[in-house]
């Protein structure tokens, strides 16, 4: 008789492992870019910066804290975004001097959804802030100084299960 009970409990907590986690379900993709904005020499972004597109430097200028003579995109990463748990982008490949956690706190609509997102630099977090994201909407963050220019993160939701 115990032994029936004991393979019967070690049946259901086998079972119960094997069970899918809903928080591990992807919901959708997520865009990061890190470009570095300067007024002085470009040069000093490093070799590996790239051009960035005319209408992503119409886009900054746009907005008056970023605006600046010059552009380059440092990198970029398209991570999935998982229902209940937290994810990292790695915009700097292979390099995790520059990370970006974020986890999704709840939506706001069709296209739309709310976001823990926190950018890390030299494992220190540098800050932290929770937008309301809109399916391929770009939002800006205006990041530290960084060889005598500025970081600028753009985040955006490329796809998006409703």
Request: no cysteine.
């Amino acid at each position: 008789m115990k032994f029936l009970v004991l393979i019967s409990i070690s049946a259901l907590l086998i079972a119960d492992l094997f069970a899918q986690d809903p928080g591990m379900e992807p919901i959708g993709s997520l865009g990061v870019e890190l470009f570095y904005a300067t007024n002085d020499d470009v040069k000093l972004a490093g070799d590996q910066a790239q051009e960035v597109a005319k209408d992503q430097v119409k886009a900054l200028k746009a907005i008056k804290e970023l605006s600046f003579s010059h552009y380059r995109r440092l990198g970029g990463d398209r991570p999935t975004i998982l229902r209940g748990y937290e994810s990292w982008a790695t915009p700097l490949k292979p390099s995790k001097e520059i990370l970006v956690s974020f986890q999704p706190i709840k939506r706001e609509g069709p296209g739309k959804m709310q976001m823990v997102l926190e950018y890390w630099q030299s494992k220190r977090k540098v800050f932290s802030t929770n937008p309301v994201l809109t399916k391929g909407k770009s939002l800006y963050l205006l990041g530290p100084e960084w060889r005598k220019g500025r970081l600028i993160l753009a985040v955006k939701v490329l796809d998006l299960k409703d």
